[in-house]
């Protein structure tokens, strides 16, 4: 059974960082291209990285760029993602996602991921 399990979130000030981890078991981790997506209350989800089951490259959406950072560790099965300058607007629920490095496709496209956590809070306070 594949399982995705995000930890990591609170509740920080503007200004603050926090680190996300999403821990896989059940499944191959080496052979999987990992991203983060949030929701925030009332808004759609959206992508916010990615980064290639080798580590060869990674993606940002624009307005996350230069503050947070995803990184994995395959001896571990766990991707991270390190968020600095955080803002208001960061407030979401951050879900940690999978899929095969074979699959394709565009990082940012939800609907090619074959597997979800179940995501963790976070609140960005003034």
């Known amino acids: 059974q594949v399982e995705l399990v995000e930890s990591g979130g609170g509740l920080v000030q503007a200004g603050g960082s926090l680190r996300l981890s999403c821990r896989v078991s059940?499944?191959?981790?080496?052979?999987?291209?990992m991203a983060w997506f949030r929701q925030a209350t009332g808004k759609e989800q959206e992508f916010v990285a990615a980064?290639?089951?080798?580590?060869?490259?990674?993606y940002y959406v624009d307005f996350v760029k230069g503050r947070f950072t995803i990184s994995r560790d395959n001896t571990e099965n766990t991707v991270f993602l390190q968020m600095t300058g955080l803002k208001r607007e960061d407030t979401a629920i951050y879900y940690c996602?999978?899929?095969?490095?074979?699959?394709?496709?565009?990082?940012?496209?939800?609907?090619?991921?074959?597997?979800w956590g179940r995501g963790t809070q976070v609140t960005i306070s003034s």
């Open positions: 996602a999978a899929k095969n490095h074979a699959t394709g496709g565009e990082p940012s496209r939800t609907v090619l991921y074959h597997y």
């Open positions: 980064i290639e089951w080798n580590d060869s490259e990674t």
């Open positions: 059940g499944v191959a981790f080496s052979s999987l291209h």
